[in-house]
């Protein structure tokens, strides 16, 4: 039998995470490696399209369990089911995402099927003579990557961090085979019931963001913030940040890119007195289109910069946003 790469395909109501079809993109590179085969886990209610829809992003199978006990995630079923399916095909690989979801399940799952997991992960790679995965990921806080095997164990275990991946490209004609599953729960049994759902006002969805406005230790003050976000609103964006601004206490930690912070891709990035450390860097340098102001002509950021401004944020921000603003003006009129 092929090795089997599988991907968990994490949903809500239908709608899918995008990092699911990222792992599956690299599902399949790797299947290519151990000449195997990708395919997805679909878990849900009435997900029949998340199953199609998986196809199209590259499974060659998917497996799908649909039903109404998996409504909205709980662990106990989706755990369930995912640990059904291992013990049944025996797949070599299993990712999952490195969400709040990807996260809660997988060590779950591994510690049932007494298996290695590495949490989230920022490479994954075969080891040509082996054919082990080599997961890589920081570790000591961040001041070495590790590269972690699993050699002994199936399946392969890991989460890995959205945005790691490129999507890949959707093919609405790419034919494949469900496979349906059965749970084998019923409500009854299940200890947890969700009693109400209040979703959080804001989530910075920094990780998909389009343009991300950030800011370093060079805004020199919190309310250097106010600024960025003002262009970021201008221009569609988020707001993010170094480390440096963060440990400053001049914003939260959910909006701090890089190393231990968030890994974006976004189309613009502006750096705003970031200097451009590695650690900064690993996070950000994916960009499509990456713009640095600086005060420096000698910072590192301007290495990976496709366009540098060598100057005082204070003095090229607000004749910026009020050139935007005077050109939206016009636009209207
Ligand atoms: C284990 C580990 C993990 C780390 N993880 C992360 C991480 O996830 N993300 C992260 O960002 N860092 C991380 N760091 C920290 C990283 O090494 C840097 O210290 C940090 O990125 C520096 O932030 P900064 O660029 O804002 O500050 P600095 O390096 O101090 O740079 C500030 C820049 O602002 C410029 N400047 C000053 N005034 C102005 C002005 N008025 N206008 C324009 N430019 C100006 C300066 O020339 C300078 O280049 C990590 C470090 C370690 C050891």
């Not at 996260?103 to 099927?113: E, F, H, P, V």
């Amino acid at each position: 039998m092929k090795p089997l790469v599988w991907v968990f395909v994490e949903q809500e109501e239908g709608k899918v995470h995008p990092v699911s079809w990222e792992l599956l993109g690299k599902a399949g590179e790797l299947a290519q490696e151990l000449d195997g085969v990708a395919e997805a886990l679909v878990l849900g209610h009435q997900v029949e399209s998340v199953a199609r829809e998986a196809i199209s992003y590259g499974a060659d199978k998917v497996y799908l369990i649909d039903d109404p006990v998996l409504q909205y995630y709980r662990n106990e079923p989706y755990a369930q089911g995912v640990i059904n399916l291992c013990k049944k095909y025996k797949p070599e690989i299993l990712l999952l995402g490195a969400t709040p979801v990807g996260r809660d399940l997988a060590g779950s799952i591994a510690t049932s099927l007494e298996t290695g997991l590495t949490a989230d992960v920022t490479g994954l790679e075969i080891d040509p003579k082996s054919k082990n995965l080599i997961m890589t990921r920081p570790a000591f806080g961040g001041n070495i990557m590790a590269s972690i095997i699993c050699p002994n164990h199936r399946p392969q275990m890991s989460t890995v961090r959205p945005r790691t991946f490129p999507l890949p490209t959707k093919d609405p004609s790419r034919q494949a085979e469900i496979i349906r599953e059965e749970l084998g729960l019923r409500e009854e049994e299940i200890r947890v019931k969700r009693v109400d759902f209040i979703p959080k006002d804001k989530v910075v969805n920094l990780e998909y963001a389009e343009v991300i406005v950030a800011g370093g230790r060079g805004l020199g003050k919190a309310q250097g913030f106010s600024l960025l976000k003002e262009l970021a609103q201008l221009l569609g964006g988020e707001v993010g940040a170094s480390r440096a601004a963060v440990d400053a206490g001049w914003i939260d930690y959910e909006y701090q890119v890089g190393q231990t912070g968030k890994t974006v891709r976004p189309k613009v990035y502006l750096a705003l007195g970031i200097s451009g450390a590695i650690q900064h860097r690993v996070g950000m340098q994916n960009a499509d289109f990456i713009i640095a102001v600086n005060t420096d002509p000698k910072a590192p950021i301007f290495r990976i910069a496709d366009l540098g401004l060598v100057g005082d944020l204070y003095q090229i921000l607000p004749p910026l946003i009020e050139a935007i603003k005077k050109e939206r003006g016009h636009g209207k009129a």
